[in-house]
C-alpha cells in the first residue's frame, strides 16, 4: 500500500497571508490527524477527521481549522499566518481513530516570513 | 491535563554502548506507543504496549511498560549509527476523547 502523502513538502508564507495543506491517508484508513510539530514545543496535536467529520479537536487557536473529504483526504487551513506558525505539520492516518498506531505522512514544512 | 514526560532531553553515546529512554505520565495510560524520527524525517511507529508490566524486543530494543501503566521505558544494546534519531511515547488522553499526547522526545547521537 502507499504510504501517507502531503503536499506541498515546502511553503514559504508572509505574516498575515493564509495557507492550505493536503493529506491523502493509506487506502482505507478513514481517520487522519494533524499535528504541528517545532522544536520548542515538540508534537502537538491539532485535529482529528473521521468520516467527514472533526472528532477531536487540540488547544489550537480558531485560525487552525480543516476538514475532510468523501474519499478521506484531508486538508488544514491556517488563516491569518503568525511567524510562530513555522513549523512542520504532520498528518497521520489510522483505520479507526486516533487511539490507534499512527501512520505518520513526510510533513509539510512551513516558514512564515 | 494529562503529561507525558520524557528523559533525556538528548543523549549521547559512543557506538557500541547500551542507550535508554524513559517515559512517565501524569495519568494512567490504556496504552502506550513508541516512535521514532530520523533526522529530516517523520515519526515511524515502532510499537504499542497494552497490558500492565509488559515487555516486548525488536531485535536490540526493548520497550517495558511499567506495572501502574504511568511509565515506560525504551532500552537500546549495543548502538549503531543506524539508531540515530528522535524517540517519542506517546499516550491516548484520558477523559473520553482520544488525543494522544507525545512526549518530548529523547534525541540520541551516536559517535561512531
Known amino acids: 500500500k502507499a504510504g501517507v502523502t502531503q503536499t506541498p513538502r515546502y511553503l514559504i508564507k508572509t505574516r498575515g497571508q493564509q495557507v492550505t495543506l493536503s493529506c491523502s491517508p493509506i487506502?482505507?484508513?478513514?481517520?487522519v490527524s494533524w499535528y504541528q510539530q517545532t522544536p520548542g514545543q515538540g508534537l502537538q496535536f491539532l485535529f482529528e477527521?473521521?468520516?467527514?467529520?472533526?472528532?477531536n479537536k487540540g488547544n489550537f487557536p480558531g485560525r487552525f481549522s480543516g476538514r475532510q473529504f468523501s474519499n478521506s483526504r484531508s486538508e488544514m487551513n491556517v488563516s491569518t499566518l503568525e511567524l510562530g506558525d513555522s513549523a512542520l505539520y504532520l498528518c497521520?492516518?489510522?483505520?479507526?481513530?486516533?487511539?490507534?498506531?499512527?501512520?505518520f505522512g513526510p510533513g509539510t514544512r512551513l516558514l512564515v516570513l | 491535563g494529562q503529561q507525558v514526560m520524557q528523559i533525556p532531553q538528548y543523549q549521547h553515546v559512543q557506538e557500541g554502548e547500551d542507550f535508554t529512554t524513559y517515559c512517565n505520565s501524569s495519568?494512567?495510560?490504556?496504552?502506550i506507543q513508541w516512535y521514532k524520527q530520523r533526522p529530516g524525517g517523520h515519526p515511524v511507529f515502532l510499537i504499542q504496549?497494552?497490558?500492565?508490566?509488559e515487555v516486548k524486543k525488536q531485535k536490540r530494543l526493548t520497550f517495558q511498560f511499567g506495572e501502574a501503566k504511568k511509565n515506560s521505558s525504551l532500552h537500546i544494546t549495543a548502538t549503531q549509527t543506524t539508531d540515530v534519531g528522535t524517540y517519542f511515547c506517546?499516550?491516548?488522553?484520558?477523559?473520553?476523547?482520544?488525543?494522544?499526547?507525545f512526549g518530548r522526545g529523547t534525541s540520541l547521537i551516536v559517535h561512531p
Open positions: 504496549l497494552v497490558k500492565s508490566g
Open positions: 477527521y473521521f468520516s467527514e467529520t472533526q472528532r
Open positions: 495519568t494512567t495510560l490504556s496504552n
Open positions: 487506502s482505507g484508513h478513514r481517520s
Open positions: 497521520a492516518s489510522t483505520t479507526r481513530g486516533a487511539g490507534e498506531t499512527q501512520y
Open positions: 506517546a499516550g491516548p488522553s484520558s477523559g473520553g476523547s482520544y488525543i494522544p499526547t
